[in-house]
Nanobody
Framework: VQLQASGGGLVQAGGSLRLSCAAS????????IGWFRQAPGKGREGVSC????????YYADSVKGRFTISSDNAKNTVYLQMNSLKPEDTAVYYC??????????????WGQGTLVTVSS
């Protein structure tokens, strides 16, 4: 199982970024893919997840209305569109995969992170 996250960078508050998670080595449609983040000095937080077979989604309260998760099953890729970014969104963002959408904290497979920095 391989998960390749990309798309992080430096952006000003109010700006947008789109993260991509390219998956390989497993049957994409059988898994939920999620985005998690870890800010300096804080624990890991589930941000948004999607069940790639039926499109069911999860969003943390802190990102509802600002972030949108989507899946392109033909490309085995999940995207996280992040709008209206805030400095508190600054973190390393990881994508992960699991056979089940829930529970959010117990995903089996993890990719490397991509750093998102939001300046004020």
């Amino acid at each position: 199982v391989q998960l390749q996250a990309s798309g992080g960078g430096l952006v000003q508050a109010g700006g947008s970024l789109r993260l991509s998670c390219a998956a390989s080595g497993f049957t994409f449609d059988d898994y939920a893919i999620g985005w998690f983040r870890q800010a300096p000095g804080k624990g890991r937080e589930g941000v948004s997840c999607i069940n790639t077979s039926d499109g069911n989604t999860y969003y943390a309260d802190s990102v509802k209305g600002r972030f949108t998760i989507s899946s392109d099953n033909a490309k085995n890729t999940v995207y996280l569109q992040m709008n209206s970014l805030k400095p508190e969104d600054t973190a390393v963002y990881y994508c992960a995969a699991d056979p089940y959408l829930y529970p959010i904290r117990e995903y089996d497979y993890w990719g490397q992170g991509t750093l998102v920095t939001v300046s004020s």
